[in-house]
C-alpha cells in the first residue's frame, strides 16, 4: 500500500549516501570543465578565442610601443563554455578541472589570467610578427621552420626567391 | 466581486516557483477565481543579443537560454544554421547529438517530478528522485565536463567525442539507473498521497489541448500524439526505435507519468545510439560561411517542440534569431488547468506543465 | 512520409494565392518546408482561415526588420504553422510606415501572445487584438526596442562591458596603455 | 505561599520551563537526525537546534510596517507562556504527579489551543495574505484535531471513571494505569489511542498536516514576516509544544514508571518517560513525516472527519457499554 | 559571552535563494546542493528556507534583469541584519552571457554588496558549499567585528 516504504526502510539501512565533502576532497573527473588555463609560451595572438567567447571573457590590447600584446581572461565573465580552449589552433588555452573557484567580494576584479605577450620578430628584417616562441614552432611550424619565422613580406620574398630559382636552373643549362 | 474574495499575489520571489514569474490570484477561501499571468521577469533581451553575436558566439549563448534544456537549444541552433548553409553533420556526430539530448531529458524529466513530490511536501520522495538523478548529472559531468551546460554541440557536429572510457561509464551509469527508474515510477504510480493530491486537478481535455496548440508532454498526457522526433525525424532518430508515450487523462498525476516513461524510453534510446554509432569524424574542421537566406529547425526538448527561425544577410551576425519554446504554448493553457482549482494545488498545476519561465521570456 | 500535409497546404495555400504559390524545400532527413510570400498585409486574413481550416497549428511568429541596422526602411513577419509534420511559413511584408497587421487570433487563438511579443519589440501596431498589452518589457523601456537597439550596439562594446573591464584592468596594476580603448 | 513556589517551581523549572525547553530541543535535535537518517543523510548535531535559537537571538528583529506591533510581538510571547504552563501540569509517571487541581482534561482543553492561537494570532497581526491564509488553515484545521481530541479524552474518562462515572483528572487517570496496567494494551481503548497518536501530527503540523505552515503554498503561514529572537520564541514555543502533546499521549496511554519508589529510581523513571516520548516521536512525528506528504486543507480536515474520530468514538461507544 | 555568542551562531546559516533572472542552471543546483542527502547540507547546520526574513545566507543568480531589480532589492531589504550575500554563477558580477542585453542591469554589486563570489556556469554543488562555508567565514568575521565597536 505505501511503496515508499520499502525506500524508507532501505535507506535505514544503508546509511547516509552523502559524500564526505566538505571535510574531504570531493571526486573530480577528469573531464570536468573548470576554469581556463593560458599558456603564454604558446599563443599566436590570433584572437580566434575572443571571437568564438560569447561571454566577452577575453579582451587583447596593444601595447602602446607596440612589442606585444596584454592577454586578459576574466574569470568572473567566463561561462566556462570551451569554445576557446576547442578553437585554439596551438592548445594555449586549455579548461583544467580546477573548480576551486570561490573568492570573496573584494577580489571580484582580479580573479583573472592576466599575461603580456611580446610578438615575434622576423629573422630577417625585424619587424614584428606574431609570436614564434619554440613551442609554437613545434607545434603549427615544423614544415619549414626557417619560413615560419618571418614576417609576410619576408616570407613572400623568400618564396619568390625559391621560385626563381627553381625557374632559373634549366635556364642556365640549355643556352 | 464578493468580500470573501481576495487577492493572492504568488511570485515573483516565491518559494514554490522555481523562478521569478508572477500571478495575480483571486481567491475565495481556498478556492481560485480567476488567475492574471505577468511575464517578463526573466526577459533578458537574448534575441537582440543573438543578433550582435556571431554564428559561432550563438552556440554559446542559445545554450544558457536554459540550463535544463540547455541541449536542445544550441542543437536546433545548429541544425538551423546547417539547413541554411548545407552542411553535412557527420553520422557520427549526429548519434553525439542524440545521446546528449536524451541523457538532458532524462535529468530534467526526473527533476520535474522531484520538483512535484517537493510540492505536495514529500520530501523524502524528492530526495530519492534528485538522488537518482544525480546518476545522470554524474554521466554529464564525467562525459561533458559540467552538471548542467554539455556544451556538446557546434555548427557541423558535436565537440566531445564518446570514446573507449566515457562510452562504458555513461553506459554504467545508465544501467545503474534503469531499476531505480522503475522502481520510482511505481511509487508514483502507487503511492496513495500522490494519488491523492495529483490525480484529477490541472485537468486538460484533448479540445482544450489542440485549442491551446500545447505540445511536449502535456500535449501527449492530454492525448495529442506528437513528438517531432517521429512527426519530422531530425539527426538519427528515424533508425532508433522507441515509443511515443501517451496517455488520456490529462490531469498532472498523469504528466508525471509520462514524463519517467519517457525518462525510461529515453535509457532505451541512448543504449541503441551506443551499440550502433559508427566511427568517424565529430565534426567538420572547416566551415563553409553562412549565405543569405532563411531557415527553420525544430526538435523535441524535454518540455516539447523547440522551434528555430534564422535569417541570415550573408554577414558573420545573424540578422534575426527567433526561437519558440515549448512552454510559450503551453503557458496559455494554464489559464484553463487552474480554473477553479484549490490555493494548495496551484504549484503543482503549474509545475506540472514543467514551466521554463527563462526558455519562454528569453 | 509527410506527404498529406504538404498537400493540404498546397492546395489551402493555391486555393486563395493561386498555384505555384508556396516552395518546397527539404533537409537531408526528407522533412518539406513550405515557404509563401505575401506582399500584403490584408491577404493575412484570406490566407489564414483555410490553414486553420486543414488543421494547421500556428508554431510561432517571427518579425524582423529587412535590414537589422535599419539601413533599408521596412519590417517583414513570418508565420510559421505546422501540418503534421510539415512546416510553412507564411511571411508578410509591411513596407508601410506604420508598420500595421491584422491580428489571426480569431483562427489561431494562441497567437495572442506572439503578436503581444512583435508588437513590443517592434512597435508594430495589431489591428483587433483582443488584449494589446505588453508582454514580456519592463515599462521602464521603450517599445519597438529591437528597431532601435541594435543600431545602436552596432559598437562590439556596451557601456557595462567597457565599464566592468576598466575595472578588471584597473586592478592589476598594469601599466597606463592598457587602461584605453580596447584597441586591437 | 509554598503553593505558589511550588506552581512556579513547575511553571519555570520542573516539568514545565527549563526542563520541557531542554527536553523539547532534545526531542527536536533527535528527530532531525533520524529524519536525515531516513533520508539517508547525515542530518545535523544533535545540538543543531540550540543553535538554531542562538543564532536567532544575535539577528535583527523585522516589523513589517503594516503589521500590529503590539500583537505582533505579543503572539509569540503569549504562544511561549501559555505553552510553558501547560507542560507544567503534566504529570511525569514515578516522577511528578502533577499541580494539585490543575491536572485535569477540562483544562487541558483550554490549555492546548494555546500555541495555535499564538500562531493565529501572528498571522493576524503580520497583515500578509499569506499570514492570513495560514490563519484561516489553521483555525480550520484545529477544528478538525480537536474533535477526535475531546472524543478520546472522554473515552479515557469513561474507561477510568467505570462504574462510578467520569474521572476527568490526570492523576487518577495514571493511578487507574499503575493498578489496571497502561491503556494503550486495553483492546477497548486500542482505537482511541491511535486516535491519540494521529492527533500528535494533526497538531504539530508534520507529514500529512503540515498544511497551515505549508512551505511551498503559503511559505510558512503565520511565521512568513517574523525574523530574530521574536521567532526563536516561535521556535521554543513549538518544541515546548512538541514535549505537551508527546507527554499528554504518554500520560493517557502508557504513564507506568519503571521502577517504584523515589531516590535514583526518579531519575531511572525520567529516563523511561523520556525514553517512551522517544518512542512516540519516532512514529507519530519523524517516520510519519518521512513516509507522507501534506493533504490538501479539505482533504485534511475529512481525514479527521471521517478516520480519526470515528477511531476515538469506537472507544467511547465501546467504554460505555461495558462500564 | 558575547565573543562566545559569535562564534556559536554562524553555525546555524539559513539559506534563501534570489533568482534575478538566472537561466534556471544556478538555481537548479542551488536546490540541489540545498535539498539532497548526497550534498546535505544540513549537517553544516545550514537549512533552506522560505521566508526572506528568516535567512542569513542569500544565493543571488542571474543577470539581475530590470522587471525584477526592484522585487529583488524589496526582498532583500526584508532579510535582517547581519546578512552575507553569495553571487552563485558569474552572471551576478559581470552579466556573464546577457552583459549588454537591454533588459540586464549587469553590475548587481552596484545595489547589493557581493560578499563571496561562486564562479561556474554553474557551478557544481560541492563549489556552491564551498561558498557557503566562505559566507560563514565572513559572517563570523563581520559579527566579532560588531561586537568589538559595541564595546
Given amino acids: 500500500m505505501l511503496p515508499f516504504l520499502k525506500i524508507m526502510l532501505r535507506n535505514l539501512i544503508l546509511g547516509p549516501s552523502t559524500d564526505p565533502f566538505p571535510f574531504a576532497p570531493a571526486k573530480t573527473h577528469k573531464n570536468f570543465r573548470g576554469c581556463a588555463v593560458f599558456d603564454p609560451e604558446k599563443c599566436i595572438l590570433c584572437g580566434i578565442c575572443r571571437h568564438v567567447c560569447a561571454a566577452g571573457a577575453i579582451q587583447l590590447r596593444v601595447s602602446e610601443d607596440g612589442s606585444g600584446m596584454q592577454y586578459m581572461l576574466w574569470h568572473n565573465s567566463c561561462v566556462f563554455c570551451g569554445m576557446c580552449a576547442h578553437y585554439c589552433p596551438t592548445g594555449a588555452l586549455t579548461m583544467s578541472d580546477n573548480w576551486h573557484l570561490v573568492h570573496t567580494g573584494a577580489e571580484m576584479f582580479s580573479n583573472c589570467i592576466s599575461s603580456f605577450i611580446p610578438f615575434g620578430e622576423c629573422a630577417q628584417c625585424g619587424a614584428k610578427i606574431q609570436p614564434r616562441t619554440q613551442a609554437i614552432i613545434d607545434k603549427i611550424g615544423e614544415r619549414s621552420p626557417e619560413r615560419f619565422l618571418l614576417c609576410p613580406k619576408c616570407k613572400r620574398e623568400s618564396i619568390v626567391r625559391n621560385v626563381a630559382k627553381v625557374n632559373h636552373l634549366p635556364a642556365e643549362e640549355n643556352p | ?362 | 512520409m509527410n506527404e498529406q500535409g504538404m498537400q493540404s497546404a498546397e492546395k489551402a495555400v493555391s486555393q486563395v494565392l493561386g498555384a505555384g504559390s508556396i516552395t518546397w524545400t527539404s533537409d537531408v532527413n526528407g522533412n518539406f518546408f513550405g515557404w509563401v510570400k505575401l506582399c500584403d498585409s490584408k491577404s493575412l486574413l484570406s490566407i489564414a482561415p483555410p490553414l486553420a481550416e486543414i488543421g494547421a497549428r500556428l508554431m510561432t511568429v517571427t518579425a524582423y526588420g529587412n535590414d537589422k541596422f535599419g539601413r533599408i526602411a521596412g519590417h517583414g513577419i513570418a508565420y510559421h504553422f505546422d501540418l503534421d509534420g510539415v512546416v510553412v511559413t507564411v511571411s508578410v511584408c509591411l513596407p508601410d510606415s506604420p508598420p500595421r497587421v491584422p491580428s489571426i487570433t480569431p483562427w489561431f487563438q494562441n497567437a495572442d501572445w506572439n503578436e503581444r511579443e512583435f508588437a513590443e519589440l517592434y512597435g508594430i501596431i495589431l489591428e483587433d487584438h483582443p488584449n494589446p498589452r505588453r508582454l514580456f518589457l519592463d515599462k521602464g523601456l521603450d517599445a519597438a526596442i529591437l528597431d532601435r537597439l541594435v543600431p545602436l550596439s552596432t559598437m562590439m562594446n556596451g557601456a557595462s562591458t567597457s565599464t566592468l573591464w576598466e575595472k578588471v584592468f584597473a586592478g592589476k596594476q598594469l601599466p597606463e596603455w592598457t587602461k584605453g580603448e580596447n584597441n586591437s | 505561599m509554598t503553593d505558589i513556589l511550588e506552581a512556579a517551581f513547575a511553571i519555570l523549572i520542573f516539568p514545565g520551563g527549563l526542563f520541557a525547553l531542554a527536553l523539547g530541543l532534545f526531542l527536536k535535535g533527535t528527530d532531525r537526525k533520524v529524519l536525515a537518517r531516513l533520508q539517508r543523510r547525515v542530518g545535523p548535531p544533535l545540538y543543531q537546534p540550540v543553535l538554531d535559537i542562538i543564532k536567532l537571538m544575535t539577528k535583527e528583529t523585522l516589523i513589517p510596517s503594516t503589521a500590529n506591533e503590539v500583537a505582533f510581538r505579543l503572539a509569540p510571547v503569549l504562544g511561549l507562556t501559555g505553552v510553558l504552563v501547560t507542560a507544567a501540569v503534566m504529570p511525569i509517571g514515578g516522577v511528578w504527579s502533577g499541580v494539585n487541581g490543575l491536572g485535569d482534561l477540562l483544562i487541558l482543553l483550554y490549555l492546548l489551543p494555546i500555541p495555535a492561537m499564538g500562531l493565529m494570532l501572528a498571522g493576524g497581526a503580520s497583515s500578509s495574505p499569506y499570514g492570513a491564509l495560514g490563519f484561516s488553515r489553521e483555525m480550520c484545521l484545529m477544528f478538525a484535531y480537536e474533535m477526535p481530541l475531546i472524543a478520546s479524552f472522554l473515552a479515557v474518562a469513561v474507561r477510568v471513571g467505570g462504574a462510578t462515572g467520569s474521572l476527568l483528572s490526570l492523576p487518577a487517570i495514571m493511578d487507574y494505569q499503575f493498578q489496571h496496567g497502561p491503556l494503550l494494551f486495553d483492546p477497548v481503548m486500542l482505537p482511541a489511542a491511535l486516535a491519540l497518536i494521529l492527533f500528535i501530527p494533526g497538531t504539530m503540523g508534520s507529514g500529512l498536516f503540515d498544511i497551515p505552515e505549508a512551505e511551498p503554498e503559503v511559505i510558512e503561514g503565520p511565521l512568513l514576516e517574523y525574523s530574530g529572537p521574536l521567532l526563536a520564541v516561535f521556535h521554543l514555543m513549538s518544541v515546548v509544544k512538541l514535549v505537551v502533546v508527546l507527554e499528554l499521549a504518554v500520560a493517557l496511554l502508557c504513564p507506568n514508571p519503571l521502577v517504584a519508589g523515589g531516590g535514583a529510581g526518579v531519575l531511572a523513571n525520567l529516563a523511561w518517560h523520556i525514553c517512551k516520548c522517544l518512542v512516540l516521536l519516532m512514529v507519530s512525528v519523524t517516520c510519519f513525516r518521512a513516509a507522507t506528504g501534506r493533504l490538501r486543507l479539505d482533504q485534511g480536515f475529512s481525514f479527521f472527519v471521517k478516520y480519526t474520530s470515528p477511531l476515538a468514538l469506537v472507544s467511547l461507544g465501546l467504554a460505555f457499554m461495558l462500564r | 559571552m558575547l565573543q562566545f555568542l559569535s562564534k556559536l551562531a554562524p553555525r546555524s546559516p539559513w539559506i534563501y535563494r534570489i533568482n534575478a533572472g538566472s537561466c534556471n542552471g544556478c538555481d537548479v543546483e542551488m536546490a540541489t546542493t540545498a535539498l539532497i542527502p548526497r550534498y546535505d547540507v544540513e549537517r553544516l547546520g545550514c537549512k533552506y528556507c522560505g521566508s526572506p526574513r528568516h535567512a542569513d545566507v542569500v544565493l543571488i543568480s542571474g543577470p539581475l534583469t530590470l522587471r525584477v531589480r526592484d522585487k529583488v532589492l524589496r526582498v532583500y531589504n526584508e532579510i535582517p541584519h547581519p546578512k552575507v550575500t553569495v553571487a552563485v554563477g558569474v552572471c551576478p558580477v559581470s552579466g556573464g552571457c546577457f552583459r549588454d542585453g537591454y533588459s540586464v542591469g549587469a553590475d548587481i554589486d552596484h545595489y547589493i554588496p557581493l560578499d563571496v563570489i561562486v564562479p561556474g556556469c554553474p557551478p557544481r554543488p560541492q563549489a556552491i558549499m564551498e561558498g557557503v562555508l566562505k559566507a560563514v567565514e565572513v559572517w563570523r568575521a563581520r559579527l566579532e567585528e560588531g561586537i568589538c565597536s559595541h564595546s
Fill in chain 2, 1 to 362: 466581486m464578493t468580500s470573501t474574495t481576495y487577492t493572492l499575489p504568488v511570485g515573483p520571489l516565491h518559494v514554490a516557483l522555481e523562478e521569478p514569474m508572477y500571478f495575480d490570484i483571486q481567491v475565495e477561501g481556498e478556492t481560485v477565481r480567476s488567475v492574471e499571468l505577468a511575464a517578463g521577469h526573466v526577459h533578458r533581451g537574448m534575441e537582440a543579443l543573438a543578433m550582435q553575436r556571431n554564428y559561432f558566439q550563438n552556440v554559446t549563448l542559445t545554450e544558457r537560454v536554459c540550463s535544463l534544456c540547455s541541449n536542445s537549444h544550441p542543437c536546433t541552433y545548429c541544425m538551423a544554421v546547417e539547413n541554411l548553409s548545407g552542411i553535412l553533420v557527420p553520422q557520427r556526430a549526429q548519434y553525439l547529438r542524440v545521446i546528449a539530448d536524451e541523457v538532458k531529458r532524462i535529468a530534467s524529466h526526473l527533476f520535474n517530478v522531484g520538483i512535484m513530490a517537493h510540492l505536495t511536501g514529500f520530501d523524502s520522495l524528492f530526495m530519492h528522485a534528485m538522488e537518482i538523478r544525480e546518476i545522470m548529472q554524474d554521466a554529464k559531468e564525467g562525459v561533458y565536463g559540467n552538471r548542467m551546460n554539455l556544451g556538446q554541440c557546434i555548427i557541423s557536429g558535436c565537440r566531445r567525442d564518446i570514446d573507449d572510457s566515457t562510452g562504458p561509464f555513461l553506459l554504467g551509469q545508465l544501467e545503474l539507473l534503469k531499476p531505480q527508474l522503475d522502481e520510482l515510477y511505481g511509487v508514483f504510480e502507487r503511492d496513495p498521497l500522490i494519488r491523492t493530491r495529483t490525480r484529477g486537478i490541472g485537468l486538460l481535455s484533448f479540445e482544450a489541448a489542440k485549442r491551446h496548440a500545447v505540445v511536449g508532454p502535456v500535449a501527449r498526457a492530454s492525448g495529442v500524439a506528437y513528438d517531432v522526433r517521429r512527426k519530422a525525424p531530425y539527426a538519427v532518430y528515424p533508425d532508433l526505435d522507441f515509443e511515443v508515450q501517451t496517455d488520456t487523462k490529462g490531469d498532472v498525476h498523469s504528466r508525471a507519468l509520462l514524463r519517467l516513461r519517457e525518462a525510461v524510453e529515453s535509457v532505451k534510446i541512448i543504449k541503441q545510439c551506443l551499440r550502433q554509432m559508427p566511427e568517424g569524424p565529430i565534426n567538420i574542421k572547416a566551415i563553409p560561411p553562412i549565405p543569405p537566406g532563411e531557415a527553420v529547425a525544430r526538435s523535441e526538448a524535454p518540455r516539447g517542440e523547440l522551434f528555430y527561425y534564422l535569417r541570415s544577410d550573408g554577414k558573420d551576425t545573424p540578422q534575426r534569431l527567433k526561437w519558440r519554446v515549448p512552454t510559450y504554448m503551453n503557458w496559455e493553457a494554464l489559464q484553463d488547468m487552474l480554473a477553479n482549482c484549490q490555493v494548495a494545488d496551484i504549484a503543482l498545476i503549474v509545475n506540472s506543465i514543467d514551466p521554463c519561465i527563462s526558455c519562454t521570456e528569453r
